[in-house]
């Protein structure tokens, strides 16, 4: 069932929006160890403030791809045609026609579509690059982003390997804006790691999500790419951990290799890095990276987001990666899961099920038989239960909201 966006209440829905344009301006500000750069449409604005090493921080604005797929979201959601008044490569406007039409296709109670246009079409050769392949990569601290910085700085990642600019620590994503003192301490955890590989750290605070994000499930990729995009001109591309591996991919969803494809221009690629590679694999494959498990960070609902709680989905999750390949689990996340535990974790979407259901599949292959594994199996069974429970309602609900409003309009006549 279609949703109405005229009743989505995180849209913000203007009666003539369908007959005027969504109007991009990008400008920036630069001083000494940091950049701001400001997005403007209507009475809104996004921004983005990074701090670093002046030689670690983006070069001189030239492009304006980061304001287009900043807003894209917006103006499907809107049904609004978007206009960049400034220089946007063809290579990206054009890989966003299929961005467009891929995200209407996936969820039309979401998206419309809409044609994307800018002041100035700049040609493939406009921006020109250092010889040497360079890259900037989301990191959190996490699994997945450890993984993929600790895999290009060995060389792990064979032809595919990237020199590392800088490792990009977010504000405004999974730490809020205002949680001061928890950014602080990933900051400092997430420096030490990156120090410990010889690549500098960028700080990066946004209020993307919270101004230009409606659906983080579907949307939280494009925010990353975006963040990362900032470097265009100084980097071939920005590298962003994978979801799921390619064996286990879960559509539609904000994370994935064929719509970070979409999101890249001719100079600067979003690559989906480490998608031939399950979490499990990842867990074991940074097991001689000492100082990245000693800070691994992969909590994001404890009372201090910042350190791990041990206790949340996410961090039981993550010590089950570890207990599936027979490795003993790095003091970030110390402490054994009960089976009590195991049994009481709930999946909160199909994405953290397929997840869970790797970890049993990987521990089988090694030959791991405790308790645990059985205990794993059962909540696997309940979650599966109780996600199709929970659809079952969510398309009543909306089938009932949708009869509501139609014996409304009757009503009114």
């Given at each position: ?119 100035r079409e700049l040609p493939d ?210 402490g054994r899961p009960t089976d ?74």
């Amino acid at each position: 069932m279609m949703m109405d966006l005229k009743d989505n209440p995180f849209v913000t829905y203007d009666k003539n929006s369908a007959e005027d344009k969504l109007i991009v301006q990008l400008h920036e500000q630069r001083m000494d160890g940091r950049v701001t750069r400001i997005a403007t449409f209507g009475d809104q604005q996004v921004w983005w403030e990074l701090a670093g090493a002046n030689e670690s921080l983006p070069p001189l604005l030239v492009a304006h791809d980061m304001a287009a797929t900043a807003l894209v979201f917006v103006a499907m959601h809107r049904g609004q045609d978007m206009h960049i008044d400034g220089p946007v490569t063809f290579s990206l406007l054009r890989n966003l026609e299929d961005l467009i039409a891929c995200w209407v296709a996936w969820r039309p109670d979401l998206y419309r579509p809409i044609h994307v246009s800018a002041a100035r079409e700049l040609p493939d050769d406009a921006i020109r690059l250092p010889q040497t392949r360079q890259a900037v990569a989301a990191f959190s601290g996490g699994l997945d982003a450890s993984f993929t910085a600790w895999r290009h700085v060995t060389g792990r990642a064979g032809r595919r390997s990237y020199h590392l600019l800088a490792g990009v620590l977010i504000q405004g994503f999974d730490i809020a804006l205002n949680a001061d003192a928890a950014f602080a301490i990933t900051t400092a955890s997430a420096a030490d790691s990156l120090q410990s590989i010889n690549v500098p750290m960028v700080t990066l605070k946004t209020n993307w999500r919270d101004v230009a994000c409606v659906n983080w499930e579907m949307e939280f990729g494009n925010g990353v790419a975006t963040c990362l995009r900032n470097w265009q001109g100084s980097a071939h591309a920005g590298l962003v951990g994978s979801d799921e591996d390619y064996t286990r991919l879960v559509l539609p969803w904000g994370g994935n290799p064929i719509t970070y494809a979409m999101l890249s221009s001719h100079d600067f690629q979003i690559v989906y890095d480490g998608g031939e590679f399950a979490r499990t694999e990842k867990a074991e494959r940074i097991l001689d990276w000492e100082t990245g498990l000693r800070n691994l960070r992969v909590c994001w609902e404890g009372p201090l987001t910042g350190r791990n709680c041990g206790r949340c989905e996410k961090c039981l999750r993550t010590k089950l990666n570890f207990m599936a390949v027979g490795a003993a689990l790095p003091e970030s996340l110390a402490g054994r899961p009960t089976d009590a535990q195991i049994r009481a974790l709930r999946a909160g979407n199909h994405a953290q099920l397929v997840l869970l259901d790797e970890i049993v599949q990987i521990a089988e292959k090694r030959k791991i038989s405790d308790p645990w594994v059985r205990a794993l199996k059962l909540t696997i069974r309940k979650n599966r239960f109780l996600i199709k429970l929970s659809n079952k309602f969510s398309i009543f609900g909306a089938t009932r909201r949708a009869l509501g409003k139609i014996k409304r309009q009757l009503v009114s006549r």
